[in-house]
Nanobody
Framework: QVQLVESGGGSVQAGDSLRLSCSHP???????MGWYQKAPGNQRELVAFMYSGAAVIYGIAREGRFTISRPNAENTMYLQMNSLKPEDTGVYYCKSSVASQDSWGQGTQVTVAS
């Protein structure tokens, strides 16, 4: 497992935007990268995931507000979060998949006040 580097969390008001970034070290082929949210009292759930062929899946109630991107298929991924809602509050974890090996970041806190 490798150490992913996450950044971009913070505390905002409802309706604001944040951009998260996640970098996977090294120059290797990545099968996919994505973000998961761990809200208080809930299990970790999918926010968005992008596969190496650029196919993307979004979690419930994210598409249209959130956009995942990985410019030039580099090993840095971004999550643009717009129109944030209080229910978006939680710890956001980056995940990368290389062959059959998944790696997770340490998480970055996102807090959205109403």
């Amino acid at each position: 497992q490798v150490q992913l580097v996450e950044s971009g969390g913070g505390s905002v008001q409802a309706g604001d935007s944040l951009r998260l970034s996640c970098s996977h070290p090294g120059n290797i082929a990545i099968s996919g990268m994505g973000w998961y949210q761990k809200a208080p009292g809930n299990q970790r759930e999918l926010v968005a995931f992008m596969y190496s062929g650029a196919a993307v899946i979004y979690g419930i109630a994210r598409e249209g507000r959130f956009t995942i991107s990985r410019p030039n298929a580099e090993n840095t991924m971004y999550l643009q979060m717009n129109s944030l809602k209080p229910e978006d509050t939680g710890v956001y974890y980056c995940k990368s998949s290389v062959a059959s090996q998944d790696s997770w970041g340490q998480g970055t806190q996102v807090t959205v006040a109403s």
